[in-house]
């Protein structure tokens, strides 16, 4: 009954695929994504599988295993890791597809370590989730039904085999092991698999990218390469080149064109058998420039190359292009050394975060999972991404949707938090891995920066700087640098040239440990280092690649994985749930511990969970935006500022400002408004008051400044406005003052809040609230919020207006999935706010949950 099944599929996919080639010129591509089963090796039980995908969700389909992201369930899963498994299918192969030239089989991903058998032929041994794969097998198909077979053997087992062949440790401080069977470093596989401090521990297997059967006669276009050399109004030359498998030598014709049909290159040619590399240059007139989010158009030109011979075609490669030229700029300064990127010759202040995956079973991530991730940048006003080097090199889609959106990248090559083995198949693994994704993301407009790796000299210096002896220290010290000084910076040089290069993040000039002065800064003296929020205003970097704060996600994602017994902040499920271990503070002391005593410190801590939710949040969102306006406040002396982290990769408890689900906590409501175009920045120190105005905008602007004293209680005590000059693309001191003239030995301080405002042409174009105290110790009085609803276009509006200040206004509809155009926001005292409501559900007011800490405070 197997074989039936197995081969009626194989003759549809058949069926399939000779409808695809009828009508294909050129090379012909097929999918190889139908009727796969899998199976514990030696158990021969076979179940359905999907591909692309994992074990881990091919066992939860077939209802093998529980979803690991509910409850404890991940503990019950652990046996996945151990086992090997195997993956299998079938498809049919026409006479004629036998007679191509050239006739391979491509691998996009295996994890990890992979037998691959075709008609029980051993064709490949793969060892890096990292790499495609690319085997020809004109002489191993045969007409009609191919069996392929694909063997996953256990990466932790295989990973233990070679960590025990050592006398030493190899640190992975990450990896959710005891330190004797931390095995991540030995395998070329996503780090995060193996547990990190926000996500758990599922190692998984599968084939987890695209399998393709392709054939082609005469010549295939295998890669093109594109670089922006100048570009200014008038005209952008272009260079590159075209890399073409040439099976029959011949005459042959390039040509690339754009638009409808316009021309602006054309080669003829006549090439020798094999890989031929030819020569691309020339101008485009006119230009249309690329841009990233906030400064203009992201515009893409749709190139066309075409190869033909004897007048028909032989392959063509589509390459959307955005012209461009970017430079990261390092030029000694008053301080150290400048650290900013300048694109079309502008400089550009960073505003983003550092990325994960958007699920820890990474080939379950969906289109519509990469296109809310990156709107949700584009919605906080953001311009730059990290893609972090403990995860993976992001799909296509994700690097295509960064292209469209203006969205640029700073790509870590894949480590993390951890040394490598030196030995030479490690290293030759690491290079081929290298090469491979340079030239596979190169063409994108996106891709900022190559950096090679996360924190591993900081580790060096400061983690592991006593636990090797002098010969095992020394080693990996140079295996560290031939990885990260020759390996992977020759690989940009050689395939992405005039691209910068950055060693490790992060680091100062001259791959010099991070001093401040030059270079990126991870600044974790807030979390980590237990300093106030103050603090990211204090010796601010020139650059901040990770910074960030942990809170509880929205009461419905935790309702999500948690039975309501298990609801409160410091339950046993709640303990499990979070992975910052904090043991270094006290015995047993993790993240949650850390959000309370932060908590503590800046609010009332609430009884209830859902309020503890709900002010953690408050906290984060705080945390947050001190820290982008410190960061932009300094410009331009800091350049950057990309926060930890935007997405999470399972529902959990972290830093993130979009939880599993999309929801947005309060923290992305709050980078939002720091992040955009123009910024009022307030400095409180004592009584003296700075504001800073921050714009990105290339033109200054003159404009009003306006500022309104107002009691707690509504009272308005004083309001005056002024003129001021506010600087193109840079921050802009427009006000140094004392307000404690304002104050009488009746009012105390607490008491007092100032709205600033900046008007330009009559509109207010950007506003701040400055408080004299922490709102654990501001004087908040009964809220009394008076409420309108009207239903506008299709949404729904809510007008709210309060006759006294009212902190953290939160708007919940339980049950329901709502998006809201702002929450988490202050309401001053007579003045209306409006928020638009938009849900696939009808919505009616009473469905709506109003919060607030004025609320928790007179309960």
Not at 545 to 552: N, P
Request: aromatic content about 12%; proline content about 5%.
């Amino acid at each position: 009954m197997k074989m039936v099944k197995v081969f009626f599929g194989a003759l549809l996919t058949a069926l399939a695929w000779s409808a695809c080639s009828n009508s294909q010129e050129g090379p012909l591509e097929r999918v190889i994504s139908a009727h796969w089963e899998f199976s514990e090796a030696g158990s021969n039980e076979w179940l359905p599988a999907s591909v692309p995908g994992t074990v881990h969700a091919d066992l939860m389909a077939a209802g093998r295993i529980p979803d690991p992201y509910i409850g404890t369930n991940e503990d019950e899963v652990q046996w996945v890791e151990e086992r090997d498994w195997v993956y299998r299918t079938a498809f049919e192969v026409e006479a004629d597809l036998l007679e191509k030239a050239l006739v391979e089989l491509e691998f996009k991903g295996l994890d990890t370590y992979a037998d691959v058998y075709l008609n029980e032929q051993l064709i490949l041994s793969a060892d890096n989730m990292f790499v495609a794969e690319v085997v020809g097998v004109k002489q191993v198909l045969k007409e009609g039904r191919n069996d392929l077979r694909i063997h996953f053997h256990s990466p932790v087992r295989r990973g233990m085999e070679k960590l025990k062949q050592l006398d030493y440790i190899i640190p992975a401080v990450n990896e959710q092991a005891p330190e004797g069977e931390r095995s991540n470093v030995f395998t070329r596989k996503a780090p995060f698999h193996y547990g990190w401090d926000w996500g758990p521990r599922l190692v998984t297997s599968g084939v987890w990218r695209p399998v393709i059967l392709r054939a082609a006669d005469a010549a295939v276009l295998e890669d093109v390469y594109l670089h922006t050399r100048s570009a200014g109004e008038e005209v952008a030359e272009l260079e590159g080149h075209a890399e073409v498998q040439v099976l029959e030598a011949g005459a042959y014709t390039l040509s690339l064109a754009y638009g409808e049909g316009q021309q602006v290159l054309k080669q003829e040619l006549q090439l020798e058998a094999g890989v031929q590399q030819l020569p691309l240059n020339f101008d485009l007139q006119q230009p249309r420039l690329w841009w990233s989010n906030g400064l203009g158009e992201a515009y893409l030109y749709d190139f066309v190359f075409e190869l033909h011979r004897e007048g028909k075609l032989v392959d063509r490669h589509h390459l959307p292009f955005g012209v461009r030229t970017l430079r990261l700029v390092q030029e000694p300064d008053s301080v150290g050394h400048s650290f900013h990127f300048e694109l079309n010759g502008v400089p550009v202040f960073m505003k983003g975060a550092n990325v994960i995956p958007s699920h820890t079973l990474t080939p379950s991530v969906s289109k519509a999972d990469y296109e809310r991730l990156i709107d949700n940048a584009v919605a906080a006003n953001m311009n730059m991404v990290r893609v972090w080097g403990g995860a993976i090199y992001e799909e296509d889609y994700f690097y295509e949707l960064c292209d469209q959106k203006g969205i640029l990248v700073w790509q870590d090559f894949m480590f993390a938090c951890a040394l490598q083995p030196g030995d030479e198949a490690h290293l030759d693994n690491i290079r081929r891995e290298a090469e491979y994704n340079v030239k596979r993301l190169r063409n994108h407009a996106s891709i900022a920066l190559w950096c090679g790796n996360n924190e591993n000299l900081h580790g060096l210096l400061h983690w592991w700087n006593d636990m090797f002896s002098p010969e095992v220290e020394a080693f990996m010290w140079a295996t560290y640098e031939r990885i990260f000084l020759d390996i992977l910076p020759n690989a940009v040089e050689k395939h992405h040239p005039g691209q910068a290069y950055w060693s490790t993040s992060p680091s100062a000039y001259g791959d010099a440990p991070a001093d401040r002065k030059s270079g990126d800064e991870h600044d974790w003296t807030i979390w980590f280092g237990e300093q106030p929020f103050s603090a990211y205003g204090e010796n601010v970097p020139r650059f901040v690649s990770e910074y960030g704060l942990q809170s509880f996600p929205d009461m419905a994602t935790i309702a999500a994985f948690a039975p309501e017994e298990q609801q409160e902040w410091d339950s046993p499920l709640m303990r499990h749930r979070q992975r910052g271990r904090m043991a270094y503070v006290a015995p047993g002391f993790n993240g949650n511990d850390m959000i309370r005593r932060y908590m503590a410190r800046y609010y009332q801590v609430p009884g209830q969970f859902e309020d503890f939710v709900y002010v953690s949040q408050l906290m984060h969102a705080k945390a947050y935006k001190t820290a982008i306006e410190a960061h932009r406040r300094s410009m331009p002396h800091t350049m950057g500022s990309l926060y930890w982290q935007l997405n999470d990769s399972w529902p959990t408890i972290s830093w993130s400002t979009v939880d599993y689900y999309g929801r947005w906590k309060a923290s992305h409501y709050a980078v939002r408004k720091a992040n955009a175009a123009v910024l009022l920045a307030p400095l409180v120190e004592d009584d003296r008051l700075q504001v800073f105005v921050v714009n990105d905008h290339l033109e200054g602007f003159e404009a009003t400044l306006r500022g309104t004293l107002m009691g707690m209680n509504g009272t308005r005590m004083f309001a005056d406005s002024m003129q001021v000059q506010v600087g193109a693309n840079t921050s802009t001191l427009v006000l140094d003052d004392r307000f404690g003239k304002f104050m009488t030995p009746e009012v105390q301080v607490r008491d007092v809040v100032a709205l600033l405002e900046l008007v330009r042409d009559g509109e207010v174009i950007a506003d701040n609230i400055v408080y004299m105290a922490e709102p654990k110790d501001l004087p908040l009085h009964p809220a009394r919020l008076q409420s309108s609803w009207k239903t506008v276009d299709g949404a729904y509006e809510l007008t709210l207006v309060s006759g006294v200040v009212v902190k953290g206004v939160a708007i919940e509809v339980p049950g329901k999935e709502v998006v809201l155009s702002d929450n988490y926001f202050d309401l001053l005292p007579g003045r209306p706010h409006t928020v638009v409501l938009r849900s696939e559900e009808a919505l009616t007011e009473s469905d709506l949950v109003l919060r607030s800490l004025n609320d928790l405070r007179h309960r």
